[in-house]
């Protein structure tokens, strides 16, 4: 785990975590401690990443569900997770986790549409 408190203006205090798997490096969970307005609108709690030849293998099920876990212990109840409209995959992740979808917004920065999901924990 790497982990950031003292931050400059604009940032959040957040945890990085490493999925492993036989000592082989399978994605990352950016874990963030609050949110700011930039972090409400499209990047949320909990940003993951699995490497490409190991998707669809159940592995972002499983970093989500961990980046749950770890993000409940800091006492955070509602979790914002976002992702991009066209990313089926990570939003059917999102929603086993028990991801409510609230709206879906445009971020000037991106071409694709932001899905926004809500999970009580």
């Given at each position: 785990m790497f982990s950031r408190q003292n931050l400059s203006k604009g940032w959040v205090p957040y945890d990085i975590y490493w999925l492993i798997d036989d000592n082989k490096f399978i994605g990352?969970?950016?874990?963030?401690?609050?949110l700011n307005d930039n972090l409400l609108k499209g990047g949320g709690h909990i940003g993951y990443e699995i490497i490409p030849s190991k998707r669809k293998l159940g592995y972002g099920n499983q970093i989500l569900r961990l980046s749950l876990e770890k993000i409940k212990k800091l006492g955070i109840k509602k979790v914002l997770v976002t992702s991009f409209d066209k990313n089926i995959a990570s939003?059917?992740?999102i929603e086993k986790n028990g991801g409510r979808l609230e709206n879906k917004v445009k971020i000037k920065s991106e071409k694709d549409l932001t899905?926004?999901?809500w999970i009580n924990l």
């Open positions: 990352i969970a950016n874990i963030r401690h609050k939003w059917k992740i899905r926004r999901y």
